[in-house]
């Protein structure tokens, strides 16, 4: 069964420093990655997704991931770290041909002035 | 317009109460979705009706009844809940409901059942 790993339940940086939030996964085939975001008392946003035309995706608000498949890796990341990047972040997994995705079980990222 | 509403954004019932969550989307999406969530948990997916039909029943109790009335509009009907019922539901949608689509989420309406 597909599934997806977050590792580290809340992560907390400084203003201006790497954010780096991981997400494993396990699927015997090829999956679609997706991370979330969700700020307080809203719905998730489509931060990026990965869907096998580069390894390296672009998202919004100067995030990005990295599709590693020797890892089984889909870690997010963005170079420096602002305030209202503080979020509960999910990363989520679909296999091809499937109409679900199933979610990790989140990371609060907290940014210290 | 890349907006889903839902209404209300609270609500609170009896377990003997019967109410409705509505949700609305006008950017021509024929896939929509509905999710719980509890606090501190990822969304958990209920419900998915593609093409105004329902595709996907996540094992759901029969005391949450899906509608889809028609491309713009899902609701989610309730009655004899539980307070474990209590929670966020989210609604969203997308394209066509393949997993390429980004689904786009609504805010959700908090649910408590007393």
């Known amino acids: 069964a597909q599934s997806v790993t977050q590792l580290g339940s809340h992560v907390s940086v400084s203003e201006g420093a790497l954010v780096l939030l991981r997400c494993n996964y396990s699927?015997?085939?090829?999956?679609?990655l997706f991370w979330y975001v969700q700020y307080p008392n809203q719905g998730l946003q489509l931060l990026l997704k990965?869907?096998?035309?580069?390894?390296l995706v672009k998202g919004i608000n100067g995030f990005e991931a990295e599709f590693k498949k020797s890892e089984t890796s889909f870690h997010l990341t963005k170079p420096s770290a602002h305030m209202s990047d503080a979020a509960e972040y999910f990363c989520?997994?679909?296999?091809?041909?499937?109409?679900?995705?199933?979610f990790g079980q989140g990371t609060r990222l907290t940014i210290n002035p | 317009d890349t907006e889903v509403t839902q209404t209300p954004k609270h609500l609170v019932m009896g377990m003997t109460n019967k109410k409705s969550l509505k949700c609305e989307q006008h950017m021509g999406h024929r896939a929509m979705y509905w999710y719980k969530q509890k606090a501190k948990k990822p969304p958990e997916l209920m419900f998915v009706?593609?093409?105004?039909?329902?595709?996907i029943n996540e094992s759901v109790p029969s005391r949450f009844s899906p509608e889809c009335p028609n491309s713009s509009l899902l609701n989610l009907h309730l009655h004899a809940l539980q307070p474990e019922d209590s929670a966020l539901y989210l609604c969203a949608s997308s394209q066509a409901g393949l997993v390429l689509d980004e689904q786009y989420f609504g805010p959700g309406t908090r649910l408590t059942v007393t």
């Open positions: 989520a997994v679909s296999l091809r041909g499937a109409q679900k995705l199933v």
């Open positions: 990965y869907t096998s035309a580069a390894t």
């Open positions: 699927s015997s085939v090829p999956p679609y």
């Open positions: 009706y593609s093409y105004e039909k329902l595709s």
